[in-house]
């Protein structure tokens, strides 16, 4: 008889989060981090990126490394430098501004360009508060957008970085989504079948233990 | 320059038998007496060419060349010997990261480690209360919450602008700390080691400048903030660094009372910012720098050099926050990816921090227009000099990865930097350090080089030469490397004068000055490689670029044995590449048995004549003994083709052949064809046909003063008819344009 597999081993795994789109994208982050606006309680604009943990069940713990783009993604040159090695990217646009979705699209052809190729890619309307109050406001219809996503095979989440309305979720569908046991351990991951080593490599800590 | 190849002031040359010795019981049982003679030599090479300093020569911009070329460590091998040197003897990296860490923990509550839990089980916001997982206890107690105003249940509109203000120079003066002890990290953590690894790996000591010049930069902007600080109000902003964070004395504080309400302050502050904040040089070479840094970590293994840093933070229980499951080392926020990082996106945190004080000081009851105006001009300062990153990074092709396609990808050639580095060849090709080590080439060109080997043996091959910032590599036509030279130990020898210490000696060298010698030191032995070029044209560019690299960037090398002295004591092993059964022309004799085969072979008292057949010269005329060698244009045009877009704009237009189908077409017949002296340029053709750009007939074009290599077999006369035809044709089109 063999000997049961603990399931009670604690496993840790860290993943890099960038954020892209329009500006209010920082207040998401905010939200999601701080779970308020209070821009007075500690330094936000100066740290290169926060970090967030999540629990995600009794044994499995998860951190984002979020990285906000400071308003740099406008410098097109300097942009690939911060999605490379990317293990994700949320990207935001306004249910009330049409062309914000454009935009994000742009994006999002750009990361599947150039970023990882397994990267986990979040479509995220934000200011579901306004569209809830007056349904007028919006301009991006929640199937005209979901639609885009599903045929490219991207998450998909209406959210109030106001309210924090569907925050939380997002970021936890987002850690469900990545490759936790390849992080925990990397020998039982993906990376053992074909890989295109050309590409940059956001595992590389993970492969040889110290 | 030394006419005799090895001559030295600290050894002697011993003519009677031509070989090089060091005196008596000179310096060979001292070695540390050796380390410092090398290295004050060096460091007197480099005040001699009146580049004081690496980094400065390349900051300074009064040396344009060495920044177009690559910007790096102006003395790359002496430096790094000095830094393999200096460290053997302090070892103090680990003490300087262990402080960097205990100071960056101090400082982290107000940068990237502003964790907060968010369990999203349903039960957990009960449970993690009372008992918790150790993410929580570690929370509980790291966590420092500071004073806010909204949480004293004031109104944001409240505030004052006087506190938002002063949160924002704080913010700005301890993120700024944090990023300096960050960059500091990756400089003692990753940079330092991989360079000392990896001596000659050009993406690295580019990148170590540029860091270690980023590093100043921002050390003197935060010694500028603090300065200011401390001369306006004799403390850091007027109250204890440590106390602002929860200090409700502060939100309390009138406008007049704080420091960083004064107008003067505020001026100061952002003209600081405008001035030191972002060195527009420092990032764009940084970020043009960044992923080709990046992608040559990705071929070795990076995290090994993180176990240093892991084993520091293991004994912490702060750096362990949420990562006691990990079983390797795996915290991103001190990783090599998250570092390397941070420069990328600090640039556009000053903006942000300006624009906050912009919005701060709209609020003010006390808005000064002259304050709001002078940070309306940093602003757009920084927004200019951000536009400016952007715009000047460097959009030409990636070169090293074109020679890396050239080179890399050949068996042989990766098994050179393989053996060298001691890392094995992966299957796929690709991982591991690769030929993009040796950064952009300068110049890419062909040359014919011509060597000895063993029995004297004259070896003759058209080469593709490739001239890095270190280095000179030489590969024939099938892509092979035969020559790796590192140019802080080599010179050349650029005419007939210079010749007279025998070797290989050219005959006609006079008529034909369209070569030069490569002489370089390998193991106590001197080397020499003699290159021809089929143009004058080619030879003179070489020249120069050479003599650039060699003399001003590399520095020149006295040729006394020492940097071969130098490897035996450190352990270097500088990259070199030869063919295997080379003969030296010279070596140190007290090193070498004479039985030795190295010994035996080699040439210092030979003199091997070597004649290039040439459009002036007669076969008739050259001595029996003389070695005739003809330089074949097929093999050139083939080499050119070989390099392709590599190949260096300096030079003319490569010449295409008649026969494109055979790789080595041979033209010779064309000297017996009947219509041969009927076709002759004209004399105005002569002096520009060296920047046409001809479609055919190299027979004719390569050179401006009318010589011509070629093959001289005769061929069937009959098939000579078609081809002066077709020639007579071409030439027809060249007379057009030339017109």
Sequence with gaps: ?210 | MDTTIGSSTSGHTDKANGRVGLQQGEDLENDNFNIKNVLNALSLTSSSNGSPDSANSFWSGSNKTCSVIDGDSAYPEASALARITTDKLTQSGEEEIQKLVSDLKSLSVTDSHSQSNLDLRPEAQQSAQNSGSPVDRLNASKTQPGYSPLSAGICHTQISANYKRHRIVQELYQTERVYLCSLKLLLEVYVKPISIEYLNAVPVMGFQAVLEKMIESHSILLWDIKTLCSRLSGTEFGISPASISSDYELYKRSEADDVTGKPVFISSFVEILEKSAIPVYIYVEYCSRHSRFVSFTQGINIAKYSEKLWSILKKDEYWNLGSKAQTSYNNMDLSFNSLVQKPLVRSGKYRLILESLRSAELSSQVCDPFVLERIETALSIIKQQLNQINQNLYKSINRAELVQRLLGLNTRNRAILSEHFQMPISSSGSGGVDYRIFGDPILCGSMDAIWIESKGTVMHQAMAMLLFKSHVLLANSSGDVKFIVPLSVCKILKGAPEFDSGGLTLLNSIMVPKHFKLVFERKYCIYEILLVSHSLLETEIWKYYMDLLIYHVNGSYKFDFSYSLLCSNTGFRPLIHTPVRMSPITLLEDRFDPKNVIHKNCYFSYVFLISILSNGSDSQEIPSSARLLRLNADDKHAIDVMLGPLRSREFPAPIRTLRRTNRRPDLGFLRSSPSWSSIRLPAALHKTSSTLTLSSASVMSQTSNGDQYSATSSRDPRRTLTRSQSLRDVFRNVFKRTK
């Design chain 1, 1 to 210: 008889m063999s000997a049961p597999i603990n399931t009670e081993e604690p496993r840790f795994a860290q993943f890099k989060l960038v954020l892209l789109g329009e500006s209010a994208v920082g207040k998401v982050l905010h939200r999601f981090v701080k779970d308020s606006f209070d821009d007075f309680r500690e330094s936000t604009i100066g740290a290169a990126f926060l970090t967030q943990t999540i629990l995600l069940d009794h044994n499995t713990t998860v951190k984002f490394e979020i990285w906000d783009t400071a308003g740099q993604e406008r410098y097109k040159s300097l942009a690939p430098m911060y999605y490379r090695n990317a293990n994700c990217a949320l990207v935001v646009f306004d249910l009330t501004k049409q062309e914000s979705l454009e935009k994000a699209k742009s994006w999002i052809k750009e990361l599947q360009r150039q970023a990882n190729s397994d990267i986990v890619i979040a479509l995220t309307g934000n200011k579901l508060d306004l569209v809830q109050e007056d349904e007028g406001a919006r301009e991006v219809s929640e199937d005209e957008a979901r639609a885009y996503a599903n045929e490219l095979g991207l998450l998909y989440f209406e959210v109030s970085a106001k309210t924090g309305q569907e925050i939380k979720e997002s970021f936890k569908s987002i850690a469900e989504k990545l490759p936790i046991e390849e992080k925990v351990n990397p020998r039982q991951g993906r990376r053992s079948r074909n890989v295109d080593l050309s590409r940059p490599n956001t595992n590389d800590q993970q492969a040889c233990g110290c």
